[in-house]
C-alpha cells in the first residue's frame, strides 16, 4: 500500500506536469493496484507451496523415521527370534551332551561325552586302586595283630576290610577333587554331571556307601555296563549323578574349541 500511494503521489505530479485527463490517471492506478493484487497472490501462492514442500518433506522424514523404527523392531525380533533358536539349540544340546538323570543343573558347564573316560582306562584305574586299598588293609590289620597278637575272625575281618577300602576311596576322592591315586595316575576325575568337583555329600554317597554295596556283593559283575553306554558310566556314576573324564581328552578338546 505504501508503494500504491507512492505511485499516486508520482502520477498525480506527473498530471499537474503533462495535463493528464482524471480518467487516465484512474485507468493508470487501477492497472497497478490490480498489479500489486497480483504480485501478493503471487507470493502467497509461493508461500502456500514453501509451506506445502516443508510439510512434504517433514512427512517424508517422518516416513522415512517410521520406516526405520519398523526396520529396527523387526532386527530386534529377528535377533530375539534367533536367540530363542540358539537358547533351545543350546538346552537340547545339554540334554544330549549331559548324561540323563535327576540332577537340577545351575550354571551348567558342558561335559561333552567325548571326554568320557573309556572303560578301559577305568578299569586298570579301578584296579590300581583296589590294590592300594588291599595294601592299606593289610598293614593295618598286620599292625592290629603285630600289637595285639589277636587274630580277627573272617567274619569281622571281611566288613572292616572292605570299610578300610571304602575310606580310601572316599578321602582320597574328595580331598583330591575327585581323584584317587589310581585315576591320578592315568589323568581320571571324577565330577558332577554339570562338570565341577564333586561335593562331599556326592562323595559320601558315591564312595562310601554305594562302594562299599558294591564291593560287598556281586554288583561289581555289573562293571561292564561301563563299556556299552554313551557316557561310558557304572552303577555308582549313575546312582550318585557322576561322570568320569579322561583329563588328557579334556585337554585336547578345549584346545579345540580355543581354536574355533
Same mark, same amino acid.
Given at each position: 500500500m505504501v508503494i500504491l500511494t507512492m505511485v499516486r503521489q508520482e502520477h498525480i505530479?506527473?498530471?499537474e506536469g503533462s495535463k493528464m485527463t482524471e480518467k487516465d490517471t484512474a485507468k493508470i492506478i487501477d492497472e497497478l493496484i490490480e /498489479? /500489486? #493484487?497480483n504480485v501478493e497472490e503471487v507470493n502467497l501462492e509461493e508461500t502456500v507451496e514453501e509451506e506445502l514442500n516443508v510439510e512434504e518433506i517433514v512427512s517424508e522424514f517422518d516416513r522415512e523415521t517410521v520406516e526405520e523404527k519398523a526396520t529396527m523392531m523387526e532386527e530386534v525380533s529377528s535377533e530375539e527370534e534367533r536367540s530363542r533358536e540358539f537358547s533351545n539349540d543350546e538346552e537340547s544340546t545339554v540334554n544330549? #551332551?549331559?548324561p540323563k538323570t535327576k540332577f537340577k543343573k545351575k550354571n551348567p558347564v558342558l561335559v561333552p561325552n567325548v571326554i568320557c573316560a573309556g572303560f578301559w582306562r577305568r578299569f586298570w584305574a579301578y584296579l590300581i586302586d583296589l590294590f592300594l586299598g588291599f595294601t592299606i #588293609?593289610?598293614?593295618i590289620l598286620g599292625l592290629s595283630f603285630g600289637l595285639t597278637n589277636i587274630a580277627l575272625p573272617y567274619m569281622l575281618e571281611m566288613p572292616i576290610s572292605l570299610t578300610i577300602i571304602a575310606l580310601y576311596f572316599t578321602l582320597t576322592t574328595y580331598f583330591n577333587k575327585g581323584q584317587t591315586l589310581g585315576k591320578m595316575i592315568l589323568s581320571l576325575?571324577? #565330577?558332577?554331571v554339570d562338570g565341577s568337583a564333586p561335593r562331599l555329600s556326592t562323595v559320601i554317597v558315591r564312595e562310601f556307601f554305594l562302594r562299599y554295596v558294591h564291593l560287598f556283593s556281586s554288583l561289581y559283575i555289573l562293571y561292564v555296563v561301563t563299556a556299552f553306554n554313551r557316557y561310558k558310566l557304572n552303577l555308582l556314576d549313575i546312582m550318585a549323578d557322576t561322570v568320569v573324564i579322561d583329563q588328557q581328552k579334556e585337554e585336547i578338546y578345549q584346545l579345540g574349541q580355543m581354536r574355533i
Amino acid at each position: 500500500m505504501v508503494i500504491l500511494t507512492m505511485v499516486r503521489q508520482e502520477h498525480i505530479i506527473s498530471m499537474e506536469g503533462s495535463k493528464m485527463t482524471e480518467k487516465d490517471t484512474a485507468k493508470i492506478i487501477d492497472e497497478l493496484i490490480e /498489479e /500489486e #493484487v497480483n504480485v501478493e497472490e503471487v507470493n502467497l501462492e509461493e508461500t502456500v507451496e514453501e509451506e506445502l514442500n516443508v510439510e512434504e518433506i517433514v512427512s517424508e522424514f517422518d516416513r522415512e523415521t517410521v520406516e526405520e523404527k519398523a526396520t529396527m523392531m523387526e532386527e530386534v525380533s529377528s535377533e530375539e527370534e534367533r536367540s530363542r533358536e540358539f537358547s533351545n539349540d543350546e538346552e537340547s544340546t545339554v540334554n544330549e #551332551v549331559l548324561p540323563k538323570t535327576k540332577f537340577k543343573k545351575k550354571n551348567p558347564v558342558l561335559v561333552p561325552n567325548v571326554i568320557c573316560a573309556g572303560f578301559w582306562r577305568r578299569f586298570w584305574a579301578y584296579l590300581i586302586d583296589l590294590f592300594l586299598g588291599f595294601t592299606i #588293609v593289610n598293614i593295618i590289620l598286620g599292625l592290629s595283630f603285630g600289637l595285639t597278637n589277636i587274630a580277627l575272625p573272617y567274619m569281622l575281618e571281611m566288613p572292616i576290610s572292605l570299610t578300610i577300602i571304602a575310606l580310601y576311596f572316599t578321602l582320597t576322592t574328595y580331598f583330591n577333587k575327585g581323584q584317587t591315586l589310581g585315576k591320578m595316575i592315568l589323568s581320571l576325575r571324577v #565330577v558332577e554331571v554339570d562338570g565341577s568337583a564333586p561335593r562331599l555329600s556326592t562323595v559320601i554317597v558315591r564312595e562310601f556307601f554305594l562302594r562299599y554295596v558294591h564291593l560287598f556283593s556281586s554288583l561289581y559283575i555289573l562293571y561292564v555296563v561301563t563299556a556299552f553306554n554313551r557316557y561310558k558310566l557304572n552303577l555308582l556314576d549313575i546312582m550318585a549323578d557322576t561322570v568320569v573324564i579322561d583329563q588328557q581328552k579334556e585337554e585336547i578338546y578345549q584346545l579345540g574349541q580355543m581354536r574355533i
